[in-house]
Each structure stands twice: as structure tokens, then as C-alpha cells.
């Protein structure tokens, strides 16, 4: 029986990185996969292949909607191969997920295919090509989640699907529904629009990304709607019912009037849930709430102490880098070093364009909580760079405590901003100040001057540029 220092179960961000950064450490380490490819929900069917087919869809809706404004002419038509942006899609995750393989041998970690279950606290039996059973002293839950469904939807994975066969459809939808407005709705109903369905998003809240800023919705629903989306807010699904290739999803608004809305897809995008099935955590005496998440304390750590968990399996944001932070978090705790994370600066992003960023506190949020604040923002259209680019839409917004002027959350929307919300993540972790900001050199022309410019705005109500 092979024995491990640590055995990772799960090898998707949070899994991998765990492991890797073990074996730096000096752990001798064991990760165990259930599929054949390594990488999990974010490179195979979640983060990667989204971005591919939002990339690709891009290109698209530029050759056709404003190749012209920058003097590009294209003679005849622009056609869609879509089963060749289905192919490149899977080209970019093959080529991702080998590099996971890569990362694996180099750093020593032995990779186990098949399904990892406790045989007790100790013990990891494997069910794969042949079974076998490893002895780990410690071990790491990485199990990830799945997309979640409402109880009365039944997935067909045909016509009525998840962002799983979202991602890899035979044909461009002419209707497409999309049950809830959150991130993963909202980036797969934007690749589809722009390939030329009609997009209708459902949502049960009065608002799309309902947990970001409110000022971000509001921004996100209106340049969407130029792009042609369709939104239902305040809609609750009672049914979704399919004949032949027709999809029909009932519905109640807040008028308490029934609705009906007919597609030839409906994409069932209402969150997931963590994902411990097959786990049979019992034998290992873990405990999961009621939610099915493992129970973890702030070191991550499980009730039995040797076992951990981290990522979507346990509480908070379901989101990839967060589970990275947790995977290092656990191995440098095992190394006996004294990591920490502050789950406050954890970014939130939706890849939409214009694209959305968001870290720390919502005005809505310093609202409720009672904090006095001060906010400043920026449109991106007052910037060169954007008037270059033709990226108008969007604008940043910081907000800083009224008192001491340190910076308690940015909110953007516009080109790029998924990498530009990075500046405000360093800044927050060293707890500057919006004035601290706004004194800061920013390259011109760029798009990161409208964080400068949203910062003197709230620092003095003072932006240079509008």
C-alpha cells in the first residue's frame, strides 16, 4: 500500500494548487481524479471553455458590428463555423488540462484516476481501472460542486441543460431561456446572443447579479438590453416543460400574473452545490450541514482533524481562485507555517462585455451595516483610452469610509476591468486610502485611469476629467 504525507481529493484549481504547493513544501503527495482529465468543473466544463466561447463570440460580433467604424471593410458575408469554435473551445481546455499533467509530474505528485472515497480517517480507497487503496496522514476534500436545478426541473441535457452542455452544443439556439440572471447565465447567454439567438434571462430577484453592487446591475441590464437580451426579473419559475424541440418555462412576475416564455433551449443557471457524493464521508466520521457542505473550522480543518476541505465543497464564494488561496492556505498550515486569507478581498468577476469587477464591501452592504462612506465614480467614457477602443460602456466606483478614507470596496464595469480589479484588491490588502490612489501615477491613455479618477472623486469630489 502506497503511503502519502497528503492525498488531495479533487483536482480542479483549488485541488491542484493544494497539491503543488505541498509538494514544494516537501509533502510526499497523491491526487485523485474521478475523470480522465485533470483540471475539474473551471478547466474542463466551467471558467476556461466559457472564456474560449466568449472570446471567439466577440470576434464575431466585432467583424459584423464595428469592423466598420475602424475603416475595416470585409467583402461578402461573415459566417459563423460554429462547430469550429466548438473545436478551438476544446482545443484551448486539451491544451489546458495537459498542462495540468505537466505541473503534476514535475513537481512529483502522483495522480490516481478514479472515484476517491474514505475507507476511514486514514484510509482512501480508489475506484478506478483497477482498485486500489492508499494510506494519506493527511487528506484534502477538493471535490468541487455541480450545477445546481430547481426541484421540479428535470435536465435532459438535450434541449432543457446546464452550462455543462451549454458549452458544447451542436447548433446555435433560435430562442434560448436562461433560468437566472448570475454570472454563468448571464456569460453564456451573452456568447449566444451574439451568435444570433434570442436570449430571455429569468430571474427570481429584482435584479441581475443580485449579490454585486447595485450601480453594477443597473449598468450591466442596460448595455445588455442594447445588445439585445431580453431580461424577466422578479419572475418565479414554477415549470419547465419540453415537447418534442420545444421548450415551454412558466412563470409568476411580480404582479402575481402567470407568464409563458418558448425557446428551443432553456439553460438552468440557478447556482451550484457542492459536490460529496460518492465521498462516503461517514466512513471517515466528517460532518456536511444541511447545504451538503463539509463543516470546516478557520483553518479549514474538518472535525477529524487530519482531513480538510476546501473550494465550493465548504462555505463561501464558489469561485476558483478562492479555492487556489485555500489549497495554499492548507498546505503552508500543514508545513507549520501561519497563512492567512482575507475573505473580504476576495474579487468577484463576470466575463461579460463590458466586463464586471467587484472586490469588498457593496454600497449596499455599508448601507445596511451602518458605515458612514464616502463614494466616488467614473464613467469610462470620459477616458481617451476607452473613446480609442470604442469601449465606452461602463464606469468605477470607489468607496472609502467616511472617517479615515480607506478604501472599503471598488465596483467596475468596462473593458478589462476583470484585470484592473486587481490594483484595488493590492490596495485594500495594504488598506489604503482612496487619497493614497488618487496620488498614484497611472499610465495614459489606459483604462486604469478611471480608478485614479473615481478615487479623487471620492477622496475630494474632485476628478480631473469630468
Known amino acids: 500500500m502506497s503511503k502519502y504525507d497528503v492525498a488531495v481529493i479533487g483536482s480542479g484549481p483549488g485541488g491542484y494548487v493544494a497539491a503543488i ?20 468543473t473551471c ?3 466551467g471558467c476556461i471553455p466559457s472564456k474560449a466561447l466568449l472570446d471567439s463570440s466577440h470576434h464575431y460580433e466585432d467583424a459584423i458590428k464595428h469592423f466598420a467604424d475602424h475603416g475595416i471593410d470585409i467583402p461578402g458575408e461573415v459566417k459563423i463555423n460554429f462547430k469550429k469554435m466548438i473545436e478551438r473551445k476544446q482545443g484551448v481546455v486539451d491544451m489546458t488540462t495537459k498542462g495540468i499533467v505537466f505541473l503534476m509530474d514535475k513537481n512529483k505528485i502522483d495522480v490516481y484516476h478514479g472515484i476517491g472515497s474514505f475507507k476511514d480517517a486514514t484510509h482512501i480507497e480508489i475506484d478506478g481501472e483497477k482498485k486500489e487503496t492508499i494510506e494519506a496522514t493527511n487528506t484534502i476534500i477538493a471535490t468541487g460542486s455541480k450545477p445546481s436545478t430547481l426541484p421540479f426541473i428535470t435536465i435532459d441535457k438535450e434541449r432543457i441543460i446546464t452550462s455543462t452542455e451549454a458549452l458544447s452544443l451542436t447548433e446555435i439556439p433560435k430562442h434560448m431561456i436562461v433560468i437566472g440572471g448570475g454570472v454563468i447565465g448571464l456569460e453564456l447567454g451573452q456568447v449566444y446572443r451574439r451568435l444570433g439567438a434570442e436570449v430571455s434571462v429569468v430571474e427570481y430577484m429584482d435584479r441581475i447579479i443580485p449579490t454585486m453592487d447595485g450601480a453594477q446591475s443597473k ?4 448595455v445588455m438590453k442594447k445588445q439585445g437580451v431580453k431580461f424577466y426579473v422578479s419572475h418565479r419559475v414554477s415549470a419547465v416543460e419540453r415537447k418534442g424541440k420545444e421548450v415551454t418555462v412558466t412563470a409568476t412576475n411580480k404582479k402575481d400574473e402567470e407568464v409563458t416564455f418558448t425557446g428551443d433551449y ?3 443557471s440557478v447556482g451550484r452545490r457542492p459536490y460529496t457524493d460518492g465521498l462516503k464521508l461517514e466512513n471517515a466520521g466528517v460532518k456536511a450541514n444541511e447545504r451538503g457542505q463539509v463543516e470546516v473550522n478557520d483553518h479549514l480543518q474538518t472535525n477529524v482533524s487530519n482531513i480538510y476541505a476546501i473550494g465550493d465543497v465548504i462555505r463561501g464564494a464558489m469561485l476558483a481562485h478562492k479555492a487556489e488561496e485555500e489549497g495554499v492556505l492548507v498546505a503552508e498550515i500543514l508545513a507549520g507555517q501561519k497563512p492567512h486569507i482575507d475573505y473580504n478581498l476576495i474579487p468577484g468577476v463576470v466575463y461579460t462585455w463590458p466586463e464586471v469587477a467587484s472586490v469588498g464591501k457593496t454600497e449596499e452592504q455599508l ?5 458612514a462612506y464616502k463614494s466616488g465614480q467614473f464613467p469610462m467614457r470620459a477616458l481617451g483610452r476607452s473613446r480609442a477602443s470604442g469601449d465606452t460602456d461602463g464606469f468605477v466606483k470607489v468607496l472609502s469610509d467616511a472617517t479615515t478614507d480607506e478604501v472599503l470596496g471598488v465596483h467596475m464595469v468596462g473593458a478589462r476591468v476583470a484585470d484592473l480589479i486587481t490594483e484595488a484588491v493590492t490596495a485594500m490588502e495594504f488598506r489604503a486610502s482612496a487619497e493614497d490612489i488618487a496620488r498614484m501615477s497611472h499610465a495614459h491613455p489606459t483604462y486604469a485611469e478611471a480608478v485614479k479618477e473615481a478615487a479623487l472623486a471620492a477622496t475630494e469630489n474632485r476628478p480631473l476629467h469630468i
Open 367 to 371: 448601507k445596511e451595516a451602518g458605515i
Open 219 to 222: 449598468e450591466l441590464t442596460k
Open 266 to 268: 432553456c439553460l438552468v
Open 43 to 45: 478547466l474542463n466544463v
Open 21 to 40: 504547493r505541498c509538494a514544494q513544501l516537501g509533502m510526499k503527495t497523491a491526487i485523485i481524479e474521478k475523470y480522465n482529465t485533470l483540471g475539474g
